[in-house]
T-cell receptor
Framework: TQLLEQSPQFLSIQEGENLTVYCNSS?????LQWYRQEPGEGPVLLVT?????EVKKLKRLTFQFGDARKDSSLHITAAQPGDTGLYLC??????????FGTGTRLTIIP | DAGVIQSPRHEVTEMGQEVTLRCKPI?????LFWYRQTMMRGLELLIY????????DSGMPEDRFSAKMPNASFSTLKIQPSEPRDSAVYFC???????????FGDGTRLSIL
């Protein structure tokens, strides 16, 4: 059973466009993390959100945790080719285990 | 600073053979995680250790899989006997005390023929 569903699964857009990817669950998480993974490498943490409704910004990336702590979104403004990669959300129930989402594979076309 | 180091980076072997994957966590980290990533199932936690003790191995798929952590700087994941459906990228990650992010290695790409 996949607890975290991400959408879209694949996204290909032109450089300079904006995009939003989603991470949804029926479970309540104590915290949620977003990772980016590039080919041949392991995932790298981008951000952790903890509080319902929390918004965090990392340059052109904006992350939001849903009020009920069941979902999250990642918005990228003016996408650049360097944003290309696999974006993974991962939820925690308060222990050290992370449940990873299905992933969104993003391609930014120059 | 050295990150999580995994070896080998690639392994190709025939079904039935024993496979051993190795991981050196970041020095000072006390938690170590083994994951498997496939297109079909995504990134799945297999087992994790705290202070060298296995805490949760509920993700280990079968008895053919075993993991050990003999000391704070080394862990192995062994598959015996290997099967083609074990083909995947296996990641090791470590985490320091008091929380913080998991740091992943670059993975071992395993192909069982």
């Amino acid at each position: 059973t996949q607890l975290l569903e991400q959408s879209p699964q694949f996204l290909s857009i032109q450089e300079g466009e904006n995009l939003t990817v989603y991470c949804n669950s029926s479970s309540v998480f104590s915290s949620l993390q977003w990772y980016r993974q590039e080919p041949g490498e392991g995932p790298v943490l981008l951000v952790t959100v903890v509080t319902g409704g929390e918004v965090k910004k990392l340059k052109r990336l904006t992350f939001q945790f849903g009020d009920a702590r069941k979902d999250s979104s990642l918005h990228i403004t003016a996408a650049q080719p360097g944003d290309t990669g696999l974006y993974l959300c991962a939820g925690s129930f308060g222990n050290e285990k992370l449940t990873f989402g299905t992933g969104t594979r993003l391609t930014i076309i120059p | 600073d050295a990150g999580v180091i995994q070896s080998p980076r690639h392994e190709v072997t025939e079904m039935g053979q024993e496979v051993t994957l190795r991981c050196k966590p970041i020095s000072g980290h006390n938690s170590l995680f083994w994951y498997r990533q496939t297109m079909m199932r995504g990134l799945e936690l297999l087992i994790y250790f705290n202070n060298n003790v296995p805490i949760d191995d509920s993700g280990m798929p079968e008895d053919r899989f075993s993991a050990k952590m003999p000391n704070a700087s080394f862990s192995t994941l062994k598959i015996q006997p290997s099967e083609p459906r074990d083909s995947a990228v296996y990641f090791c990650a470590s985490r320091g005390t008091g929380g913080g992010p998991q740091h992943f290695g670059d993975g071992t790409r395993l192909s069982i023929l």
